[in-house]
């Protein structure tokens, strides 16, 4: 008989082992927030979901559930197939641990697969999320990159997070750059994505003394940051990236690659076009029509972009400040890296 484990359980599982989450909601639910690491092995379709929640509001809940049984005998053998085919513990879960991952649960230990549930499903694991987020206390210090946009602050960060350096990607948990144009070509995640990814990340910098960030605004597309990121990022060490504007919107230009994506280039563009001085708003949007990304780009950046970031750059105190003047992203990470090195060596 399969095991049901608490949250409690599944986190210090998660240290010692490796454990293997599957999700067996329907692809939707899977897609609008899940346990990050988890994958989905879903019991119903959306449509079929959708036919078994009909048959229940307009029959009645037998024959719901045995709608529900004549689909999921049809895909049994496909679905234990893709069970025995995973590594580690396995653990199954559902929105609030019922019917679908205890049937899932029940059919695959039948077959032989060890297997266990996760008691609550998704719904206790958003609450451990929501109670770990009020009662943590983040007391480490920020080292907060600023740089002007296209400066590759974000793959900055990446290289010195690989390189072993404490580092909260607070793009990365957002799938989202941040800007206007940050959505195209990728699928933001949602607040409580977000924060489940958040809350993992902070965990695992627990013992570090200090941790890099992005210097972003409160919102990253449609998340919202939490106040203490804020507040960390306001008293914190800034670096600032001063680096070509040429530089920039080719380092834009890879990152985004706008004629893969002229559409949506164009739709976020009219969302900032009447704040730019309107000669100016046409030659970009004319730009934009004709695939003169280039051109676009360093328009944007010099009338738009760079205004902005310095107004914001103007308002941190001079002696926070430290200023780097670098020709690109390599020279950048190799700078940030070697001043980490001797802030943290005077810390000593």
């Not at 067996?24 to 929640?53: L, Q």
Request: a neutral charge; proline letters at 4%; charged letters at 30%.
């Amino acid at each position: 008989m399969f095991k049901d484990l608490t949250i409690q359980e599944l986190l210090e599982a998660r240290k010692n082992k490796k454990i293997t989450l599957i999700d067996v909601r329907s692809p939707s639910e899977y897609k609008t927030a899940t346990i990050p690491g988890s994958i989905n092995i879903p019991i119903f379709t959306d449509e079929e979901r959708g036919e078994i929640g009909t048959i229940y509001k307009q029959v009645n809940v037998e024959a719901a559930k045995e709608r529900g049984l004549e689909i999921v005998s049809a895909k049994l053998p496909q679905f234990i197939k893709e069970f025995s085919m995973l590594e580690g513990d396995r653990v199954v879960f559902c929105w609030r641990g019922g019917m679908r991952s205890k049937t899932s649960a029940t059919v695959v230990d039948l077959m032989g697969i060890p297997v266990s549930r996760l008691q609550g499903g998704v719904r206790s694991y958003r609450r451990w999320v929501v109670k770990a987020l009020e009662e943590s206390n983040f007391t480490q210090d920020a080292f907060v990159l600023n740089g002007y946009t296209g400066s590759g602050k974000t793959t900055i960060l990446r290289r010195l997070k690989k390189q072993g350096f404490p580092v909260l990607d607070l793009e990365q948990m957002a799938n989202h750059r941040g800007s206007i144009f940050g959505q195209i070509g990728l699928t933001p995640n949602n607040q409580k994505m977000f924060e489940a990814l958040l809350i993992e990340e902070m965990q695992g910098l627990e013992n570090s003394p200090y941790f890099l960030i992005e210097a972003e605004s409160q919102r990253i597309g449609k998340i919202m940051l939490p106040q203490w990121i804020m507040d960390k990022k306001e008293n914190g060490i800034q670096f600032f990236i001063d680096m070509p504007l040429e530089i920039r919107a080719l380092n834009i230009l890879e990152e985004y690659r706008p004629w893969e994506h002229a559409e949506e280039c164009m739709i976020s563009f009219q969302k900032i076009k009447r704040r730019i001085h309107t000669p100016i708003a046409a030659q970009i949007e004319k730009d934009l029509e004709l695939g003169r990304y280039e051109s676009a780009v360093q328009m944007l950046l010099a009338y738009y972009y760079d205004p902005r970031y310095e107004h914001t750059a103007s308002q941190y105190p001079k002696e926070k400040q430290m200023r780097l003047k670098v020709s690109n992203i390599e020279e950048a990470a190799n700078a940030i890296r070697e001043l980490m090195d001797s802030k943290l060596k005077i810390r000593q």
